[in-house]
């Protein structure tokens, strides 16, 4: 296993106290869409923004802590997870330097792999609890985007793995949007939003409409 990352703080004025007495049992991954991880870390640290994450990491694979773990970031706005809404209250959140259009660069995923699995463990957070911006807010929110390798974190147990890619003889949009519901993508859209937000998850090379083939990406729940 990776050592853990060397981390350094940078506070950022922008984070509360986590609401209602909730504690983490999510991970939002979000990529910055900005022009470097230094303008995106000012961002995120400027009062005016009233944005801000628990951790950025560069393309370089430097780690930067804005907001201490068990206070409440503004990353995830408006959404909803698994039936749950204030996102913020409930998650740790990590944006990555990615303008969302072009490979994450391989320190950076290292780092990703060296710090997810300590915050998994001081929160008890299993790997169907590390999702996308995307996948909680379908339709506003595209990030990490189709270029993240979410198979990658699958492979290390730190993301939940696709399904067992066994089709269908048939889909209908009830039955897929069932499944996606069960896989914990509750938040209303509408059915082509939907089946745009779990492929960017499960199935980014899917076009097109619906296929049994991305009713069997999605994993199996139980």
Known sequence: MLAAPDVTAQPSPNCGPRRG???PRLIVLHHTA?????A???????PSAEVSAHYLISGRGEVVQMVEEDLRAWHAGAGQWAGEDDINSRS???ELDNRGDHPFSEPQMQAL?????????RHGI????????????????????PRFDWARLARRGLALPAGNGVL?????????R???????????CDDATLLSTVRLRFRPQGRGPLTPADLAALPQTH
């Open 178 to 188: 069932e499944a996606a519901r069960a896989a914990g993508f509750t938040a209303p």
């Open 40 to 46: 995106a870390l000012e961002r995120l640290c400027d």
């Open 168 to 176: 269908p003889a048939e889909v209908d949009l009830d039955t897929f």
């Open 92 to 94: 740790i959140g990590i």
């Open 126 to 145: 299993p790997p169907e609890g590390v999702i996308g911006h995307s996948c909680m807010a379908p339709g506003r929110k595209f990030d990490p985007g």
């Open 21 to 23: 007495g909730l504690r």
């Open 34 to 38: 900005m022009t470097s991880a230094q």
């Open 113 to 121: 792999e060296t710090l997810l699995p300590g915050i998994m463990a």
